[in-house]
């Protein structure tokens, strides 16, 4: 607008707005000019506290009951960030007032309609009104006198790209005072504020612009569609600007969603995703239901992960009731096909309004997916596309996922998960919650008290091949310590995002591997792991006497470690198998990496220092060789233990197999080989005994009654000691 103002001079621009930061705009717009329009208000006395008050909730509660118990007549309209603290506070208030006079009703964007009108519902009552900021510039109370305000407001705050933290911060002044003016809409009023006029006078003058709190993949994807080059689109004169790292980070999650060409530049389903006029996530969703035949299920996933309601309404007093009927609509393991289910299922009922209050769920929440829905398929219907259908389950899972697989995540502790290289959870109200998948996708990921992943949908691990954009999987190579489960060995490391999608012992090295594996070399020289190489303890040696000569000097250390890599990748060239790249001669020259003048000035602490290593590794061949001889007689102790249990017949009882495993494998530490024989001895002294008088009672029962007494049929022998007959009648009638 700025720039066609520039050359339009018959253009008049005009900005309005409520909380408006009237000089910011005015001198972006080269010093317009600012007209104040005041509105009808009447006057409103604002009241402090001394201090903010460490608890909120209780301070809120203790002024309505002092407004309460005081002369001053008027409802109370009391400010809290979120729905937890508005049901916390309408408990304590509740408590302290009588139910006969005063009404206490919370008001929140996620209530039920009808719920929501109770608070304009005027029954002789004085009205206590608990809100989120739904009530600061959507609508007017009639009646309201008394404003109690928190200070506080929640807002999503950016992380980064694929993180959003929902955090209860300070309103901005501003927003202070247009709270404010709710009580001076019909009448005098109060404001109780529970902070002090220095803390009001140094909050933020407004709000930060949403710009600056949210992802900018779709507003990136529709400037880039507009022609823009994405270093044009950084160098934009906006009015609050955002980072470059933000517009970095919505430039990758794009080219991870297949929006872009190899040159940056939008690409046919880039441009379609623009069309939809929805996040990239969902548009990419949207196109893998058309190639998998199930668009019309994606397109209602699609719109019910747009809305901006809940599905789902837990009146006050009835949570656990609308819980229960809330299950009847769960589809296990996926909360998007969950909200589809809910969909389907109101539309069967032509949309009934009652319905919903029975069941406890949002008409305003369906009608605006209904809404969104007719919406994406106009846009589809536009390109024409067909709208296809399917009751295939796994292809609509499937396409979901493929949408959402940005968002991937991997358990990694009894309820923790793997997001992105750091620790989130599932939701308390996911489908997925007590299910613990290994794997799952999420719409977002929003940290309150916790990192919480939202919009679950759990996924297989055979789907990763088909579904994950195999140019954005990261392969890393691993040499394997001497305790690990394959020792001494080359492995290859798959993620994706920071989630560990698996290993595999490379067998055969490609080219485009080598500098990979020399990183992997690297790592083992600079680093303190045992040597398995030939080279390793001789470049030890260099990697020492270098850092001897440079000291802390870090630019020379990670100097020295490029051309390390450049020397080992250059030797490794032809070696494709892990036994031939033992072989190479990887040896490194100090002279490689320092000048004759650094070797003459550090000649005598380089001497020192290598008289210091070889006392040191004589030391350290000796403890080995001392590890070695506990380690054979450990081994020794191992197949004792292991032929006594298969004497014994109980090689493959209970743990026995996994203690024997790890005993072989962790010979070393005693406790591992102490472990198993216990084990062995507990099953032969405690065990043993029972099993053989089993066996004895079995034989003789079977000597007594070699057939079934009801039919002469034989006895099923492939359940174990069991008497069960091979004929089709009621076993039970045998104890009969």
Known sequence: VKVVAAHRSDLKIVVMSATIDTHKFSQYFGNAPILEVPGRVFPVEVRYASESPSDYMKAAARKVEEILNASEPGDILVFMPDQESIMRAVGMIEDKSNPDKVSVLPLFGAQAPEDQAKVFDRNGKRRVIVATNIAETSLTIEGVRHIVDTGLIKAMCYVDASMSALQVTEHSRAGCDQRKGRAGRTQDGICHRLYSKWEYDQRTGFTEPEINRMALDQVLLRLLCMGLEFDDVVSLDLLDKPS???????????????????????????????????????????????????????????????????????????????????????????????????????????????????????SKALSQIDRMRKQFIRALERDRVEIASSLDQLKLKKAVASGLIVNLAKKAGRFSYVW?????????????????????????????????????????????????????????????????????????????????????????????????????????????SEPIHSSDVHNKSVASEFNTIVGWNMARKEAMRAQMVVQFTARLKGADTWPKVLEVDLKLDLSDFV???????????????????????????????????????????????????????????????????????????????????????????????????????????????????????????EHGQVFICQAEHNAKRLIA
Request: glycine share 6%; hydrophobic share 35%; with cysteine.
């Open 244 to 362: 470059q790292k933000k517009w970095e980070d919505a430039h990758a999650r794009l080219n991870t969603l297949g929006a872009l060409k190899e040159n940056g530049s939008v690409n046919s389903d880039g441009k379609r995703m623009n069309k939809l006029q929805v996040e990239p996530m969902i548009g990419r969703m949207i196109l893998e239901g058309e190639k998998h035949g199930c668009l019309s299920e994606v397109v209602t996933v699609a719109a019910a992960l747009s809305a901006t309601r809940p599905v789902f309404t837990r009146p006050k007093g009835k949570e656990d009731m609308a819980d229960a009927r809330h299950q009847a609509f769960y589809v296990a393991g996926s909360d998007p096909l969950t909200s589809m289910n809910v969909w389907q299922r109101w539309v069967a009922r032509d949309r009934d309004r009652r319905w919903c209050r029975d069941n406890f769920v949002s």
């Open 420 to 528: 992105n290289g750091r620790e989130t959870f599932i939701f308390p109200g996911s489908v997925l919650f007590r299910l613990n998948p290994e794997m799952l996708v999420c719409t977002r990921v929003v940290s309150t008290k916790k990192p919480y992943m939202r919009g679950c949908h759990m996924i297989e691990e055979k789907w990763l091949a088909e579904i994950l954009p195999s140019h954005m999987v990261e392969r890393t190579l691993k040499i394997t310590g001497a305790y690990d489960t394959h020792p001494n060995t080359l492995v290859a490391e798959v993620s994706w995002q920071g989630v560990n999608l698996g290993s595999s012992i490379v067998m055969h090295i490609r080219e485009d591997e080598i500098s990979l594996l020399a990183n992997a070399l690297v790592e083992r020289v600079v680093g303190y």
């Open 595 to 717: 000048t004759e003048e650094e070797l003459e000035q550090n000649a005598e602490r380089l001497e020192r220092d290598r008289v210091l290593r070889q006392q040191r590794e004589i030391r350290e061949a000796e403890q080995q060789r001392v590890r070695e001889q506990r380690k054979a007689t450990a081994r020794e102790a191992v197949d004792r233990i292991t032929q006594k249990a298969k004497d014994l017949g109980i090689e493959n009882y209970g743990s026995i197999p996994r203690l024997r495993d790890y005993a072989e494998r962790n010979s070393i530490f005693d406790w591992s080989v102490t472990e198993y024989r216990d084990a062995v001895r507990k099953v032969e002294r405690e065990v043993l005994p029972k099993v053989r008088a089993t066996e004895e009672i079995y034989a003789r029962v079977l000597e007594l009654m070699p057939i079934c007494p009801l039919c002469g049929g034989d006895w099923d022998k």
